[in-house]
């Protein structure tokens, strides 16, 4: 069980992970998550999964300087947008250089302040991500928590996996396995491959959970089935070889 990784997803939209990092305490962390604009869960939907609600705490929302930009390229007409879905999007565009324009992080960041700002929960969990990996602003794994937290709290379900990756490898708080088990959780119960994988990781090891290979492999398998390239390897790291392919002891 040793193999198994922790990590969130690469940022190119649909692409392969960039890789996988140690789920041990004192690694170098997750890499960062997919940008996103999709839309947060709905509890009234009936065939929603349970939830199971984090206990985190969640600060107030900073004011910082990236925001006194948004008027000048807002009123210029050069990245305009009305809703928080739409500054979302165009926010994509600009951090992946895609669609016809130029990448540009610092734009990108500022249309995921003025998405957040405008209430979309995928706005916010893209300025997380952001602040995680330095892209457009100074990385800041304290400001990157914080709006995972609102994503999270605001029903984006990669948001609070994201959350508890920051937890599980210490960044930006203390490291905290039970906060991360209960995020990953939620996570994986809102339809979160990564979610799931990253919870089966902890079973899988024994990290702030009692271990639990069957528990872990369930997770792996559901990781899978929700797309997740990196719950699929799991699967197969977590597969003991057959009797043929172990050589004998000599």
Known sequence: MANQKSVSESRATGGVPLGRVPAQVGSDGPLVGTWSHAAPWDDSNTSRRRSIMASAGLGLLAIFAIAGGLARHFGAGSASCATGAEC?????????????????????????????????????????????????????????????????????????????????????????????????TQACRHGSGLGCSNLGVLYAQGRGVSANPAEAARLFREACSAGSSVGCNNIVDSTPAPPEAIEPAR
């Open 88 to 184: 979302s999007q165009l926010g994509v565009q600009y951090a992946q250089g895609v669609d016809g324009v130029a990448a540009d992080g610092p734009l990108a960041a500022r249309l995921f302040q003025r998405a957040c700002d405008l209430g979309h929960a995928g706005g916010c969990n893209n300025l997380g991500l952001a602040f995680q990996s330095g892209q457009g602003v100074p990385q800041d794994y304290e400001r990157s928590m914080e709006y995972f937290g609102r994503a999270c709290s605001a029903g984006f379900a990669e948001g609070c996996n994201n959350q508890g990756a920051l937890y599980e490898h210490g960044q930006g708080v203390p490291v905290n396995l039970g906060d991360a088990q209960r995020l990953y």
